[in-house]
């Protein structure tokens, strides 16, 4: 079995040219009064791992929402493989489940056992009356354990959610998005509150289904030195603004945003950053 | 104590008196009337074991009625529930049914059993029925109440997979839930008991049919007997009642480890 590295995906001509993410001069807000986006661009090639970083507050969430069409702009146009994103849409309903989301608490379903968490992935592929029984077919049952062994989890499929650890949680719910054999990945800050080693076992795991599945991953993270450290690019979110777009190419990191600024630059900024 | 203190408390005591004297609440009456108590309870004293068999058997049949009540009541309450719940409904939808369930719940379970004791006739039957309306209208207020506070967030992770409404309520929405069911099933059986045991009252059926009876033709004695099951049971109820609700709802809810042994 290939073992699990952490690496730095950081090679750009492996991302496809397609485009599988754009946003032109998104805004929303929550009140009507106040926007938590204000006017964002963004083109997401096809496969890349992807970051956007931010303090609390700025709207990174929201950014995640609008993909998975949870919400809509109010203004601006997104496209995610080309279909405007609405949960309401007919068109976007039926891709949804490409789409796979973890939300910072992760949403499992915390009394019942790991496998059937897993398994809430496949449920758009079923039969819809069988489902209601829970009779799962016996191909998706192996491709859950399939992927319960691929996140680390194997034995454990039986036990309750609410009986695992943080980490454990984690690797579950990102089973779960696996489960649905996705095309794009959303994760809301999913190692934020994990320690060091645990964060980075996690993000590996998502680094290494990225590879075999050829995912686009959309992650959302506080901590800059991790989006370096794993993505491709990494837009940097403050007040609802982006205000920087890099690209990580081993030690370089260069400016999408202006192409005006240096690594050093970048580096010194980010280093200034850290330390308020 | 402020002066605006004093002010409430004289009013609520003006009201009190002014109540007492609407209703006839008078201290005098009560005192001069605890000789006939002492007379009641002293034959009541008098115990009748010979009773006990029929007062068990009258008992088992107000807990089979309960049981009947609580488990159709709930199973058509819980659809009801989710149909009101405002987090998977429109307006249009979770407003009538909202409004069903609150006639519903207007009437006691008493007034449920004359209208059924019309309906079906004298016996445990017309009491069944009673008992469902009763707890469809409660548990179906309380479960929509227990969906309306689900967390959000299995619900938007397991929504933006693109599922159906069924499978959602069916993943999310009912194992999120089912502890607060287990526990309203578990409270609603408990006050089906004691509600049965009145229900007799009106002629519909249950050990209160007996009670009422001997009490009607001063026979004390024996309707302590038919009081004493009473008591003993929703005791034994309670007790059990207790012990599931430890063993199989505070810890889910906690998320400790639920006892296997």
Redesign the interface.
Request: charged share 20%; net charge positive; no cysteine.
């Given at each position: 079995m290939k073992q699990i590295q952490m690496t730095k995906n950081s090679s750009f001509s492996l991302i496809s040219t397609k485009k599988i993410i754009q946003m032109n001069d998104v805004w929303t807000s929550y009140d009507s009064k106040n926007f938590a986006l204000e006017g964002i661009n963004m083109s997401i090639d096809r496969g890349t791992n992807y970051a956007i970083v931010g303090q609390s507050g700025s709207g990174k969430s929201t950014l995640l929402k609008l993909l998975?069409?949870?919400m809509i702009p109010s203004k601006g146009t997104i496209k995610v493989d080309y279909v405007t994103p609405n949960?309401n849409d007919k068109k976007f309903?039926?891709?949804?489940?490409t789409?796979g989301?973890?939300?910072q608490?992760?949403?499992?379903?915390?009394?019942?056992t790991v496998i059937?968490n897993i398994l809430?992935?496949a449920?758009?592929r079923l039969n819809?009356i069988q489902?209601?029984f829970?009779k799962f077919p016996e191909n998706e049952i192996k491709e859950a354990k399939r992927i319960l062994k691929l996140v680390g989890l194997s034995g454990k499929e039986n036990r309750?959610a609410?009986?695992l650890s943080g980490g454990e949680k984690r690797r579950v719910?990102i089973a779960r998005a696996l489960m649905?054999k996705p095309t794009i990945l959303l994760a809301d800050e999913i190692v934020s509150e994990l320690d060091h080693v645990t964060a980075r076992e996690i993000m590996d795991l998502i680094a290494d289904a990225q590879k075999r599945m050829n995912l686009t991953a959309i992650m959302v993270h506080h901590d800059m030195q991790l989006a370096l450290e794993y993505a491709n690019r990494v837009a940097v979110i403050k007040d609802g603004q982006k205000i920087l777009e890099i690209g990580v190419e081993g030690d370089t990191i260069v400016d999408f945003q202006t192409g005006n600024m240096t690594t050093e630059e970048i580096k010194e900024m980010y280093a200034n950053d850290s330390q308020k | 104590m402020t002066p605006k203190n004093n002010i409430v408390i004289g009013i609520i005591i003006a009201l009190l008196v002014v109540a007492s004297y609407n209703v006839d609440a008078n201290p005098v009456e009560f005192v001069e009337g605890l000789p006939n108590l002492a007379i009641v309870i002293e034959e009541m004293l008098v115990v009748e074991p010979k009773y006990i068999p029929t007062a068990i058997w009258a008992m088992f049949e107000t807990i089979q009625m309960a049981f009947i009540g609580t488990v159709v009541g709930v199973a058509i309450a819980l659809p009801l529930s989710m149909l009101a719940a405002r987090n998977l409904n429109n307006k249009y939808v979770y407003a009538p049914i909202r409004a069903l369930l609150a006639a519903i719940r207007t009437f006691p379970s008493i007034l449920w059993a004359i209208l059924f004791v019309i309906m079906v006739g004298l016996g445990p039957f017309a009491g069944v029925l009673a008992i469902i309306m009763y707890t469809i209208g409660f548990v179906a207020k309380l479960q929509y109440e227990a969906i309306e506070t689900i967390d959000s967030d299995p619900m938007d992770a397991v929504s933006s997979i693109g599922v159906s409404k069924w499978q959602l309520i069916r993943y999310v929405v009912i194992p999120e839930s089912a502890s607060h069911l287990l526990s309203q099933m578990l409270y609603m059986f408990d006050y089906n008991v004691r509600q049965t045991s009145i229900l007799g009252l009106v002629g519909a059926g249950g050990i209160g049919f007996y009670i009422i009876n001997y009490i009607k033709f001063f026979e004390y004695g024996k309707a302590a007997v038919f009081m004493l099951i009473v008591l003993i049971t929703v005791l034994i109820i309670d007790w059990v009642s207790v012990k599931i609700r430890d063993k199989y709802i505070i810890k889910s809810q906690h998320g400790m480890e639920v006892a296997t042994q």
């Open positions: 998975n069409g949870m949960m309903k039926k891709m949804m489940h789409i989301y973890i939300p608490s992760l949403g499992l379903i915390k009394n019942v059937e809430i992935g449920l758009p819809k489902s209601m829970k309750k609410y009986m719910a649905q | -």
